[in-house]
């Protein structure tokens, strides 16, 4: 969510997951312009841009590695 402009959506316990959910569930406008724009958002995150992403993506395999070990 970082990627995409919304660090707001992001929960770290399942306690701030519900509440974020519960606050989007009630704002429908929100959730209107969240709709409308994530395509979009997505689009231009780095998650799209193949290479950077790719060695982003291998700098963090030792750590998976590591966390499953």
Do not use: H
Not at 52 to 66: G, I, K, M, Q
């Amino acid at each position: 969510m970082n990627n995409l402009g919304l660090p707001e959506l992001v929960a770290f316990t399942e306690d701030q997951y519900v509440e974020i959910a519960t606050k989007l569930a009630n704002d429908i406008p929100r959730l209107k312009e969240l709709r409308a724009t994530l395509r979009q958002r997505m689009e231009k995150s780095v998650l799209m841009d193949g290479p950077p992403f790719r060695r982003t993506d291998r700098s963090l395999r030792p750590l998976d590695v590591a966390a499953v070990a």
